[in-house]
């Protein structure tokens, strides 16, 4: 069956870094374009980052841009999800996404407070 493990949140300092995992199984990953989402309390689901199946095209929400960098390993049917100078308002549950199926991982926390 399919599954999205994401590995990778935390609590960091506003201005520190995180780099989440969603390691993909149960369907071909490297034929799929895959997504980061964020839900934080309160608020609406956002997307935050796309990256195309190959990797060659990516996208971020205007929020994330600079700051944020998407990226995947076909090899290892992983996509990562690199955050730098992280702000409070970047505090939510970070979901993957891939096309196949609609189908969400299970989230992972992200917290940025001093």
């Known amino acids: 069956q399919v599954q999205l493990v994401e590995s990778g949140g935390g609590l960091v300092q506003p201005g520190g870094s995180l780099r989440l995992s969603c390691a993909a199984s149960g369907f071909s990953f490297n034929i799929y374009a895959m997504r980061w989402y964020r839900q934080a309390p309160g608020k609406e689901r956002e997307l935050v980052a796309h990256?195309?199946?190959?990797?060659?095209?990516?996208n971020y929400a205007d929020s994330v841009k600079g700051r944020f960098t998407i990226s995947r390993d076909n090899a290892k049917n992983t996509v990562y999800l690199q955050m730098n100078s992280l702000k409070p308002e970047d505090t939510a549950v970070y979901y993957c996404?891939?096309?196949?199926?609609?189908?969400w991982g299970q989230g992972t926390q992200v917290t940025v407070s001093s």
């Open positions: 996404y891939t096309f196949y199926n609609k189908y």
């Open positions: 990256i195309s199946n190959t990797g060659g095209a990516t």
